[in-house]
Nanobody, 123 residues
Framework: QVQLVESGGGLVQAGGSLRLSCAAS????????MGWFRQVPGKEREFVAA????????YYADSVKARFTISRVNAKNTVYLQMNSLKPEDTAVYYC????????????????WGQGTQVTVSS
């Protein structure tokens, strides 16, 4: 059974930074690509960033490119999302997920999800 636990969310002013962490259980973490998604009430879950199993390739939504950085440390079974220059429109619940197969951008490609962590950016 795979468990993903996000942490690091909170309240920050516009222009500030946060780093989210996602700790995974299990011995197969390094075999899978990981992704971050976000969701606001009444809207669909939105792709934010993804990283391949080795960390050699990353993918970003246009809305966060050059502001957010995804990374991973396989020895720690952890994936990170460094968020800089935060904007009020980044306010959402952020989820990490483990990709099974398919498009990196599609939430249906991911089979395991964390419980989410709230990020609130005040103006």
């Amino acid at each position: 059974q795979v468990q993903l636990v996000e942490s690091g969310g909170g309240l920050v002013q516009a222009g500030g930074s946060l780093r989210l962490s996602c700790a995974a259980s299990g011995r197969t973490f390094s075999s899978y690509a990981m992704g971050w998604f976000r969701q606001v009430p009444g809207k669909e879950r939105e792709f934010v960033a993804a990283i391949t199993w080795s960390g050699s390739t990353t993918y970003y939504a246009d809305s966060v490119k050059a502001r957010f950085t995804i990374s991973r440390v396989n020895a720690k079974n952890t994936v990170y999302l460094q968020m800089n220059s935060l904007k009020p429109e980044d306010t959402a619940v952020y989820y990490c997920a483990r990709r099974n197969s398919g498009s990196y951008y599609d939430p249906d490609s991911y089979g395991y999800w964390g419980q989410g962590t709230q990020v609130t950016v005040s103006s």
